[in-house]
């Protein structure tokens, strides 16, 4: 089964405004232990990010003016107007990098992880068609999706595998699954069966990698006669 962000967010979000003030938001991190916090808007919409970088960003810019540039942020690319406003921010408006990367709670968490990685945060507000905030997804919630038992994993497989694959007979298909890694065995009808019944095992979450050792009753794979027959007693005869 594949899980999606609505399933492993937060929804108690600590957020700010755009007038919360630079010690205020030092202090809702350091009094929630966490590492950053969406800004939002009157309407709940999200402006902005704010992260600990941004907070020592900031104080080193008002502590040792022009050195600045010399910080590189691993996260969002500062521009040089960004740099500037840093360096006399005072709200959460002038600390918080833009624009957010969001997701909604429909998408696949496999999906938000990438995301992360592709923009190098540690978070992600999740908003709703309206795109206000409704939670937040951090890596620590992505990563106890895929933080599984191998039972739990096999589990999910076989319940995919009855489900997408019509009407497949009960044990057609033996699971096993050790370190994420799922093996696949057992005799299916078809041969074009065996290629769909690997994808919908890639798609379980907690899945590393996938054996294959399924076998087949049918080639389904190759045409048969191009022409077409009919049927004399026992014998199937192309038609003239």
């Known amino acids: 089964m594949t899980r999606i962000v609505g399933e492993v967010m937060t ?27 969406p800004v939002v808007d009157d309407d709940d919409k999200v402006l902005g990010v704010i992260s600990e970088t941004d907070l020592i960003h900031g104080q080193v810019a008002r502590s040792v003016p022009g050195r600045v540039r010399r910080f590189r942020v ?14 006399r921010a005072t709200t959460a408006e002038d600390l918080m990098s833009t624009p ?23 978070r992600l507000p999740v908003v709703d068609e309206e795109d206000r905030l409704i939670g937040i997804a951090t890596r620590r919630d992505l990563l106890r999706v895929f933080v599984r038992t191998d039972e739990e994993i096999r589990q999910d497989v076989l319940d995919v595998l009855t489900r997408t694959m019509g009407s497949l007979p009960p044990h057609t298909v033996i699971v096993s699954v050790g370190d994420g890694m799922a093996t696949l065995e057992g005799r299916l009808e078809l ?8 994808r919908q095992t890639w798609r379980v979450d907690g899945v590393v990698g996938v054996v294959n050792s399924l076998t087949f009753r049918i080639d389904d794979t190759h045409p048969r006669e191009k022409h077409p027959s009919r049927r004399i007693g026992h014998y199937w005869l192309p038609e003239r």
Do not use: C, W, Y
Not at 14 to 37: P, W, Y
Not at 191 to 198: E, F, H, L, Y
């Open 11 to 37: 929804r108690e979000v600590v957020e700010a405004r755009r007038e919360t003030s630079f010690k205020n938001v030092a202090r809702l991190l350091d009094q929630h232990r966490i590492s950053g916090l």
């Open 191 to 198: 041969r074009s069966d065996i290629p769909q019944a690997v």
């Open 100 to 122: 957010a990367i969001t997701v909604h709670p429909e998408q696949p968490v496999a999906d938000a992880a990438r995301v992360m990685e592709r923009h190098h945060v540690e």
């Open 74 to 87: 691993p996260a969002l690319r500062r521009s040089a107007r960004h740099a500037a406003a840093v360096a």
